[in-house]
């Protein structure tokens, strides 16, 4: 049995996610035996750290600091075995930019995109180039920010005009912006799940919408608006493909133990598209890579516990 800090909370827009997340690993890991710290990470948190030497610092936070490699770095320095990703892989999978450039040059399927920095717009007139753009990618396009979660600040733009709006809005979450080709279509995630060092997909959830809104998706992450199928229903050569997809892509970003990816799937053709990989995917009750690892016959106790020892 050892002593794990759950980290958790943090000052990321998804702390409550993170909260919830963190308290659901705390109840498992002490179901398991194990003795909790828990750790709202603050301006304490290397105090706390030295303090109270955890064997093991179990990673519950999500978006900025917590899933980017900030922390996981701050654990490197101070010797404390964590849970997932290390820190590379945390910047890349977390830069939703290089992790698409990355996918694009390895030949994984990401819708395509173009990036703007806030210093183009402002020291180089990047706005001109706002209409080729637009040409380039064809409209409908998905404005958001590069490094974000949970859909924040995420804006469609159906012409020309919603675009400088939407970059506002990108921008206000983030100083790189990342502008995509629309897919219109089905929403997958498939979580991914090390197993002997060796990552296997999980079974793929699909996110139904209950009312589709073009323009006010955020209410889609809203309790009860969507709806979540596992395994999803798809015909067996394109789950495999998915499968694989989200693999390759936990592979090529170099995650360690556990990811969600998340892909579009065509609704003309069955092409997949990956959107990102979540290196600390949502891990409360409502959250797909619990619900994945069930439908694999793995249950909430049992994915901790494989965590924490792949941690240890
Ligand atoms: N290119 C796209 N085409 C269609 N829908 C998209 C696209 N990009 C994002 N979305 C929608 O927005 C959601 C969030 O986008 P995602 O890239 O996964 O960012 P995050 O989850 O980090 O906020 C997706 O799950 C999907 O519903
Ligand atoms: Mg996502």
Not at 136 to 163: C, E, H, N, Y
Not at 229 to 237: G, T, V
Request: aromatic residues 6%; negative net charge.
């Amino acid at each position: 049995m050892s002593r794990v800090a759950v980290l958790k909370g943090g000052r990321s827009l998804e702390r409550q996610v993170s909260l919830k997340s963190g308290a659901r690993v705390e109840e498992s890991l002490r179901r398991l035996g194990h003795e909790v710290i828990e750790i709202d990470v603050g301006h304490d948190l290397v105090d706390r750290l030295s303090a109270e030497r955890p064997d093991i610092a179990f990673v519950a936070l999500h978006g900025r600091d917590g899933e980017d490699g900030t922390v996981q770095e701050l654990l490197e320095v101070l010797g404390i075995p964590y849970t997932g990703s290390r820190v590379s892989a945390c910047i890349r999978a977390c830069d939703k930019v290089l992790a698409k450039h990355a996918m694009r040059d390895a030949g994984i399927p990401t819708p395509d995109f173009f990036a703007f920095r806030q210093t183009a717009v402002r020291s180089l007139g990047a706005s001109g180039a706002l209409p080729r753009i637009g040409e380039r990618l064809r409209f409908p396009i998905v404005v958001k920010p590069a490094s974000q979660g949970s859909a924040l600040g995420i804006k469609f733009a159906r012409t020309a005009d919603d675009v400088p709006t939407a970059l506002i809005a990108a921008f206000s979450y983030d100083r790189k912006v990342l502008l995509e080709r629309y897919v219109a279509g089905r929403e997958l995630a498939v979580s991914v799940l090390e197993v002997d060092g060796q990552p296997h997909a999980l079974p793929i959830v699909e996110a139904v919408p209950e009312e589709e809104s073009f323009y006010d998706f955020e209410s889609r992450y809203q309790i009860g608006r969507t709806r979540f199928i596992c395994p999803a229903e798809l015909d067996a050569p394109v789950a495999a493909r998915v499968q694989q997809l989200a693999v390759d892509a936990f592979r090529l970003l170099g995650c360690s133990v556990f990811a969600r990816v998340d892909l579009m799937l065509d609704g003309e053709t069955s092409a997949p598209f990956v959107l990102e990989v979540n290196p600390i995917p949502g891990l409360t009750d409502t959250s797909l890579l619990p619900q994945a690892a069930d439908a694999a016959g793995i249950g909430f106790d049992e994915l901790i516990a494989r965590i924490v020892a792949a941690a240890a």
